[in-house]
């Protein structure tokens, strides 16, 4: 079953350049770790060869996942965005209800997000709550703490 993943065009290349630096440089890295330790001796008790195998294997397997990540990839046309309501890559600027704080994030796909510049997950608690409302919506929000709400004052795009 395919996991189709949308990405923003920033999201895609970051990607795309984290894929590449695997196959054209950690790649032949591990192959070369694998050549030193096999001139070392006997392979049958060299764990030098084996640890280099083996970190050889896991990077394959990250470059496999990373490949059907970058298969499976949809680039999202920001154009195209309705900001009437609250979709993946909608800006949306928020009020705590409890406490009158405001904040502004941006819903992102999991692998984009990063709170430290306001990108949050389309999956997480908040970003779930607030897919499809409007403005002057009230999202409830459930946390592991209880319920927060959240006053949408405003939509934008990127």
Same mark, same amino acid.
């Given at each position: $079953?395919? =996991?189709? !993943?949308?990405?923003?065009?920033?999201?895609?290349? %970051?990607?795309?350049?984290e894929?590449?630096?695997? %196959?054209?440089?950690? &790649?032949? %890295?591990? !192959?070369?770790?694998? *050549?030193?330790a &096999?001139?070392?001796? @006997?392979?049958?008790?060299?764990?030098?060869? @084996?640890? *280099?195998?083996?970190?050889?294997?896991?990077?394959?397997?990250?470059? !496999?996942k $990373?490949?059907?990540?970058?298969?499976?990839? &949809?680039?999202?046309d920001?154009?195209?965005?309705?900001?009437?309501?609250?979709?993946?890559?909608?800006?949306?600027?928020?009020? +705590?209800?409890? =406490?009158? $704080?405001?904040?502004?994030?941006?819903?992102? *796909?999991?692998?984009?997000?990063?709170?430290?510049?306001?990108k949050? !997950?389309?999956?997480?608690? #908040?970003?779930?709550?607030?897919l499809? %409302?409007?403005?002057?919506?009230?999202?409830?929000?459930?946390?592991?703490?209880? #319920?927060?709400?959240?006053?949408?004052?405003?939509?934008?795009? +990127?």
């Open positions: $079953m395919s =996991n189709i !993943s949308y990405y923003t065009v920033e999201g895609l290349q %970051k990607l795309k350049d894929l590449n630096h695997l %196959k054209d440089i950690e &790649r032949p %890295k591990a !192959s070369q770790a694998i *050549a030193e &096999r001139d070392k001796g @006997d392979l049958s008790e060299n764990a030098e060869y @084996d640890a *280099a195998k083996e970190a050889q294997g896991l990077l394959e397997l990250r470059i !496999s $990373m490949e059907e990540t970058f298969a499976n990839a &949809r680039l999202i920001e154009s195209q965005l309705d900001t009437s309501k609250v979709l993946v890559l909608s800006t949306v600027k928020l009020k +705590n209800q409890a =406490n009158g $704080m405001e904040m502004k994030y941006t819903l992102v *796909a999991e692998s984009e997000a990063d709170l430290k510049t306001g949050i !997950s389309v999956t997480s608690p #908040i970003g779930k709550g607030l499809g %409302k409007s403005v002057g919506d009230v999202a409830e929000v459930q946390v592991p703490n209880g #319920i927060i709400k959240f006053e949408i004052l405003e939509i934008t795009r +990127n």
